[in-house]
Every structure is written in structure tokens, then in C-alpha cells.
Antibody
Framework: QVQLVESGGGVVQPGGSLRLSCAAS????????MHWVRQAPGKGLEWVAF????????YYADSVKGRFTISRDNPKNTLYLQMNSLRAEDTAVYYC????????????WGQGTLVTVSS | QSALTQPRSVSGSPGQSVTISCTGT?????????VSWYQQHPGKAPKLMIY???ERPSGVPDRFSGSKSGNTASLTISGLQADDEADYYC?????????FGGGTKLTVL
């Protein structure tokens, strides 16, 4: 069955960097677009970034554009999110989510990893 | 990239039906038939309930249904059950980004 396992979260100071990983199993990662979605404590869901199955196209939320970079290593079945210039408002649980070919929804979600930006 | 508008809370008694609205613009909800809905229980990851406005993934009860009219999408849950109590989020594709609603807390009385 599909499994998505995020890692790399933790506490980081404002202005710092962090790289999240999402290990995929149970499906062929190279066939599907993938997303990062976040949820600040007690708040709603916010879409963060998307990467096409082959990495050729990437989209970002305005709130992270220029600071975050989504990437993937299909042979390693892993999705990444490089987060730079972190701000307090980036504090959230970060979920990776699997897309669906020719569709535009999040079919499967990981359990999330918590990122806390604080001095 | 403004969030879609959902009511903060709705409630209903077991067996009743509730409808959660999700209002966007012609750039998102009104422009594409790609509205999806997610259920989230406390401390858990979201779960896909409806996609492409009114399609149900396998395993989701037919008590859950979706619709759309203009810039407003809706999720209807009929025959409410205690386990339906959760947060519900709508989401729309918007060309080069996705946008969620603020979420609706469903209370089963």
C-alpha cells in the first residue's frame, strides 16, 4: 500500500534553513506529481509546493516563493523540500502528498513532520 | 492566492444531513471542475473524501457527496454518524497553484 514518511523537521532559528524529506513506497514515485502541504498549529491547511513527475515543472505558494525549493530523486523514491530564510510564520506540520496523473487532488498523505521556527 | 471561504462550524444530530459550502472565485472554484474535500480528525493527516467536485474515492461511504454551482462548491454529509465529527477542508486547483478553504469544524450533537 502507499506509504509516505516525512522526516527532517525540528527547531530552527529565524533565518535558518532546513531540508525535509519524504520517503515514498508502495507505488512508483517517478509516475506521479507530488506536493507539500503545511498546517500551522491550530490552523487550516495551506498548499506549499508542487513538482511534476519528472521534475520539469514546479509551482510554489506566494508565501514561500524564493525561499523554498521542492525537488525529487525518483531512483531514491524521495521527495524533498529545502527551506531557507525561515520565519516564525513557517512554523507548521509539513505533509507530503501524492498527486494523481491528469487530476488535481491529493490522493495520499504522509503523517507529517513538525517544523518550529523560534529563537 | 486567497483562501476559499468556508463556514467555521456546522452541526447536526445523528442521522441528519449537513452541507458545508466553499466559496471561491472564477479563478479557482468557478474556473475548474477540480474541487476536492478532505476530512481531518484531531492529530491525524487529512483524508481525501471527494475529488473532481463530485467523485468519491473507493472506500468513502456514499453518504458523502459533492456539488458545485458557479464559484461555490458544497459537501453534503447525510445520515450523520459520530465518527463524521472532524474538520473538513475544500481545495481547488487554480492553474499554477492550489488553494484550500479555511476549514469547517463539524460537530455531531
Amino acid at each position: 500500500q502507499v506509504q509516505l514518511v516525512e522526516s527532517g523537521g525540528g527547531v530552527v532559528q529565524p533565518g535558518g534553513s532546513l531540508r525535509l524529506s519524504c520517503a515514498a513506497s508502495g507505488f512508483t514515485l517517478s509516475v506521479y506529481g507530488m506536493h507539500w502541504v503545511r498546517q500551522a498549529p491550530g490552523k487550516g491547511l495551506e498548499w506549499v509546493a508542487f513538482i511534476r513527475y519528472d521534475g520539469s515543472t514546479k509551482y510554489y505558494a506566494d508565501s514561500v516563493k524564493g525561499r523554498f525549493t521542492i525537488s525529487r530523486d525518483n531512483p531514491k523514491n524521495t521527495l524533498y523540500l529545502q527551506m531557507n530564510s525561515l520565519r516564525a510564520e513557517d512554523t507548521a506540520v509539513y505533509y507530503c502528498a501524492k498527486g494523481v496523473t491528469s487530476h488535481f487532488y491529493f490522493q495520499h498523505w504522509g503523517q507529517g513532520t513538525l517544523v518550529t521556527v523560534s529563537s | 492566492q486567497s483562501a476559499l471561504t468556508q463556514p467555521r462550524s456546522v452541526s447536526g444530530s445523528p442521522g441528519q444531513s449537513v452541507t458545508i459550502s466553499c466559496t471561491g472565485t472564477s479563478s479557482d472554484v468557478g474556473g475548474y471542475n477540480y474541487v476536492s474535500w478532505y476530512q481531518q480528525h484531531p492529530g491525524k493527516a487529512p483524508k481525501l473524501m471527494i475529488y473532481d467536485v463530485n467523485e468519491r474515492p473507493s472506500g468513502v461511504p456514499d453518504r458523502f457527496s459533492g456539488s458545485k454551482s458557479g464559484n461555490t462548491a458544497s459537501l453534503t454529509i447525510s445520515g450523520l454518524q459520530a465518527d463524521d465529527e472532524a474538520d473538513y477542508y475544500c481545495c481547488s486547483y487554480a492553474g499554477t497553484y492550489w488553494v484550500f478553504g479555511g476549514g469547517t469544524k463539524l460537530t455531531v450533537l
